[in-house]
């Protein structure tokens, strides 16, 4: 790649000169274009470089998806459904507080990718062949640094000249960085396909808007394509991080010789992610709806209830109203009022209550 540049670089100032393409003269790729330089200095600062100007576009993503879950949560914040651990009944929740700890994390793993940001530019060139700075101008690394800040607008400096062609760390946390928000996307993708399931024999809370026919055989069936293809995206994402860590710890002595695949494993794992976010954010999260009807059945079926008398009647007590739920099919609210303990009304109060502020 380097020296493809040099050369490109040397016919174009020759043509302008006056020359022509592929007679180096007086414009040479090696003794003009790449003086001082080696592709040993300039890859691994090209890769950073590059990954300076994509994750601002991935982060962008991420807000723009953490903005919609935040629109739909403030939306939704009095729409109190059953909670689920071990996928079981659990006591109350609302949607809007499920959605809101989506953008919550999104929001954080921006701040993390945020933070790789420094040390991203933090750059080698002027190493040469093997980070000695040998056949560079006096002053190289801290003089082309700045010219590159200048250019860029990053803040970019002169680092260790050996260590920076030596070790790949710097890209190797952007890597874990961007492997973290594939597997929270992963999770989050998997919880809004679990949501949508149905329409009928599943949990049906809430619904995607179709994108696409669902089924080749089966007439009227919508899928959740748009988070069926952020999965997948976020599983090739995580091949490509395990490629960047074998090839992270695969240098010696003073090169990494592995840098132009690393660099494109990355690139590729920010691109995919980048589009597969922006694509599931404008085609399928901002059309969302919930149906809070269905919500609202599974909560007052839930046995989990019984959780909220444990402050008033005890752990066992409300144990057995749980057994009594469970065997009889009477929701926890008609067994409670069935029995003296509250009304109706104020069981109901007591679930909202418990959803919104986590008190009873």
């Known amino acids: 790649?380097?020296?493809?540049?040099?050369?490109?670089?040397?016919?174009?100032?020759?043509?302008?000169?006056?020359?022509?393409?592929?007679?180096?003269?007086?414009?040479?790729?090696?003794?003009?274009?790449?003086?001082?330089?080696?592709?040993?200095?300039?890859?691994?600062?090209?890769?950073?470089?590059?990954?300076?100007?994509?994750?601002?576009?991935?982060?962008e993503a991420?807000?723009?998806?953490?903005?919609?879950?935040?629109?739909?949560?403030?939306?939704?914040?009095?729409?109190?459904?059953?909670?689920?651990?071990?996928?079981?009944?659990?006591?109350?929740?609302?949607?809007?507080?499920?959605?809101?700890a989506y953008a919550w994390t999104l929001r954080r793993v921006a701040q993390q990718l945020a933070n790789t940001h420094p040390r991203l530019g933090e750059i080698g060139l002027g190493g040469s062949a093997a980070g000695t700075g040998l056949n560079t101008a006096p002053d190289y690394p801290e003089r082309v640094a700045q010219e590159l800040a200048d250019l860029t607008g990053e803040p970019i400096a002169a680092s260790?000249?050996?260590?920076?062609?030596?070790?790949?760390?710097?890209?190797?946390?952007?890597?874990?960085?961007?492997?973290?928000?594939?597997?929270?996307?992963?999770?989050?993708?998997?919880?809004?396909r679990l949501l949508a399931s149905g329409p009928r024999t599943g949990l049906g809370e809430i619904t995607l808007p179709p994108v696409?026919?669902?089924?080749?055989?089966?007439?009227?069936?919508?899928?959740?394509?748009?988070?069926?293809?952020l999965n997948q995206v976020c599983y090739q994402v995580l091949g490509q991080d395990a490629a960047v860590a074998y090839m992270t710890q695969a240098g010696q002595l003073e090169l990494n010789v592995m840098m132009p695949a690393l660099g494109s494993a990355l690139f590729d794992a920010m691109d995919w992610l980048t589009n597969a976010m922006n694509a599931a954010t404008e085609k399928n999260l901002k059309g969302l709806t919930v149906n809070?009807?269905?919500?609202?059945?599974?909560?007052?079926?839930?046995?989990?209830?019984?959780?909220?008398?444990?402050?008033?009647?005890?752990?066992?007590?409300?144990?057995?109203?749980?057994?009594?739920?469970?065997?009889?099919?009477?929701?926890?609210?008609?067994?409670?009022?069935?029995?003296?303990?509250?009304?109706?009304?104020?069981f109901d109060a007591l679930v909202l209550k418990a959803a919104r502020d986590g008190k009873v």
Do not use: W
């Open 1 to 59: 790649h380097n020296m493809n540049t040099n050369e490109v670089i040397a016919n174009l100032a020759n043509v302008a000169l006056g020359g022509e393409k592929g007679k180096y003269t007086p414009i040479h790729p090696n003794d003009h274009v790449n003086m001082g330089q080696s592709t040993n200095d300039t890859i691994p600062t090209a890769i950073r470089l590059a990954c300076l100007a994509k994750t601002p576009r991935l982060i």
């Open 62 to 100: 991420i807000y723009a998806m953490a903005a919609e879950f935040e629109r739909i949560a403030e939306r939704e914040r009095d729409t109190v459904k059953s909670g689920r651990t071990h996928l079981q009944d659990a006591v109350p929740t609302t949607l809007g507080r499920e959605f809101a």
């Open 160 to 192: 260790h000249l050996t260590a920076q062609m030596q070790s790949m760390l710097d890209l190797q946390m952007l890597s874990s960085v961007i492997r973290g928000l594939a597997l929270e996307l992963t999770r989050i993708s998997n919880d809004l």
């Open 212 to 229: 696409q026919p669902g089924s080749s055989i089966m007439p009227g069936k919508v899928n959740p394509v748009m988070f069926e293809m």
């Open 292 to 346: 809070r009807e269905r919500c609202s059945a599974f909560i007052h079926a839930s046995v989990g209830l019984a959780t909220l008398l444990n402050p008033q009647i005890g752990y066992m007590k409300a144990a057995e109203i749980a057994k009594e739920s469970e065997q009889s099919g009477k929701p926890v609210r008609e067994i409670v009022a069935a029995h003296g303990i509250m009304s109706l009304e104020a």
